[in-house]
């Protein structure tokens, strides 16, 4: 079965809840295409020409019908939207990012963008070159190492924690998650588990309340998705993960916070193996030198 093909919409204008976690008006979502929209939908990662064109990128970035709310900062708003489309590979390394052209689109001043962009720029996912633009960032194998490092560390960390005084709600939404989870890769939707592969572990760090090892964490699995968005497509991974994490939360609903350490570690400790040689294998894509030579 090939992979199906997805693209970025706007959510409802009302809060909805998915997996324990809130999602409000102005975020994104993903819905599956039709196979005919599929090979048209410039948002297609596939797809390799007019990589920087202008209205390219911008239907890279804003879903069909995004309108900002007025009632919420812009710049964070503009912030997720670049950041989503960093994250999961829709803007490829060395892509340019049209500032001028983005705000006019929302109808906003240069301002937002510039202070959202800025901010990803600390975060290593942008890049501001000064009299040449502004692009993505490329994924160094350096970068990539360290932030699997960091993230092993916080997360094995702050599960001895969350094994200790997880509560009963919140062994419940990851049961939730790990059955929407388990559904994606039955219908082999590999968008899909990302998103509740990512929500399991954002649920067992938020259960041991440490709000900035949270958020700590979240940064640094930036690099980490970006390789997994293009590489995740082989359905016994999946499984794996899915076997990795029940292993995960049976430790979690006994409160052993030696179990839950011992299998953390040795599911993140396979990913990142198994991550290392797929990022290996697309070196020239992730550092931003595909097709230069």
Same mark, same amino acid.
């Given at each position: ?29 993903w819905a599956p295409l039709g196979p005919r929209l599929c090979e048209a939908h410039p948002n297609r990662s596939s797809m390799k ?63 937002? #963008?510039?202070? =959202? ?7 290593? !996912? *942008?890049?501001? %070159? ?5 692009? /993505?960032?490329?994924v160094r194998r350096d970068q990539f190492i360290e932030s699997a490092l960091i993230r092993r560390v916080l997360e094995t960390a ?45 649920? #067992?760090?938020? =259960? ?7 958020? !700590? *964490?979240?940064? %640094? ?5 970006? /390789? ?40 993140l400790d396979e990913a990142f193996e198994r991550q290392q040689k797929e990022f290996d294998a697309r070196i020239e894509l992730f ?7």
């Open positions: 079965m090939s992979a199906p093909c997805w693209a970025a919409v706007a959510q409802p204008s009302e809060p909805t809840i998915l997996a324990g976690l809130t999602r409000r008006a102005g975020d994104l979502t020409s007019d990589r920087n064109d202008p209205s390219q990128f911008v239907a890279r970035v804003l879903p069909s019908g995004y309108v900002l709310d007025r009632s919420r900062p812009l710049s964070s708003q503009i912030y997720r939207l670049v950041r989503e489309a960093v994250v999961t590979m829709q803007l490829h390394p060395m892509d340019v990012i049209f500032e001028r052209v983005l705000a006019e689109m929302l109808g906003i001043s240069r301002t937002p #963008v510039r202070e =959202a962009l800025l901010q990803l720029a600390r975060e290593e !996912l *942008v890049l501001i %070159a000064a009299q040449s633009g502004t692009f /993505v960032a490329p702050s599960i001895r924690r969350a094994a200790e005084i997880i509560e009963y709600k919140e062994i419940e939404q990851l049961r939730t998650i790990h059955d929407a989870h388990r559904r994606a890769v039955a219908r082999d939707d590999a968008i899909a588990a990302i998103f509740h592969d990512n929500a399991f572990h954002a649920t #067992v760090t938020g =259960a041991a309340r440490l709000p900035k090892v949270s958020q !700590l *964490v979240e940064m %640094a699995r930036a690099p980490i998705d970006r /390789v997994r968005h293009i590489t995740v497509r082989d359905p016994s991974v999946g499984q794996m993960t899915l076997s990795q994490h029940q292993a995960v939360l049976d430790a979690l609903v006994s409160h052993d916070a030696d179990a839950a350490e011992r299998a953390l570690q040795a599911h550092e931003g030198t595909e097709g230069s030579s």
